[in-house]
């Protein structure tokens, strides 16, 4: 812990690796168009393309499918009185946000994902 709170800023921390979740709206990223691919803040593994961002309305940046298949895990989250499927780095672990079966075709799924939890970079 003592290393990931060197590395990240106190935002990042608690989002990576507390599992927190930034407030809606205020990600640098919800509303980017730029061409590029989104890396993990905390190792640089690539983790999505804007070729699979869409607007979701919801406040956080919206995919509908990872980078690729081992790019990113899943876990179950049973917080909050709900069931939710968590998304992680496959490489450090670190906390993304959540993947929904309400997104578009042709996967169907909503990765909702942390603006903080991101690093940009242009193709």
Known sequence: ??????????????VLRLKYTEPP???????SKVQGIYHCVGCGNPLFATS???????????????????????????????VRTEVHCSSCA?????VFPDGPEPSGKRYCINSVALNFKME
């Open 52 to 82: 699979a961002k869409f607007d979701s309305g919801t406040g956080w940046p919206s995919f509908w499918e990872p980078i690729d298949s081992v790019a990113v895990g899943y876990e179950e989250d049973c917080s909050h009185f709900m």
């Open 25 to 31: 709206f205020s990600g640098d990223f919800n509303e």
């Open 94 to 98: 670190g906390h993304l946000g959540h």
């Open 1 to 14: 812990n003592a290393e990931w709170r060197k590395k990240l800023t106190e935002e990042q921390y608690k």
